[in-house]
């Protein structure tokens, strides 16, 4: 018998009160350890570098430019 069996065999024994007891508290660890490692994520994220705007259209210019190149040199 795994241990997975033998906790639902003792929660089956739970009053539902007990039950319901039992289901916020894993539903509140489960939720304290997400949402830990999604505010890590969104902060590694948010905190990495950022294109200025005219970075950003040069960087779209010169991609058009070689895009524009390449159609033209196979063709």
Known sequence: MTIISKILDLTRKLSPEAMEQLAKKIQNIHGLSKSKSQSEFSNFLLSGPVME?????????????????????FT
Not at 61 to 73: A, C, F, G, T, V
């Open 53 to 73: 705007d005219s970075h950003w259209k040069a960087f779209q210019d010169h991609r058009e430019q070689l895009n524009q190149w390449r159609l033209k040199s």
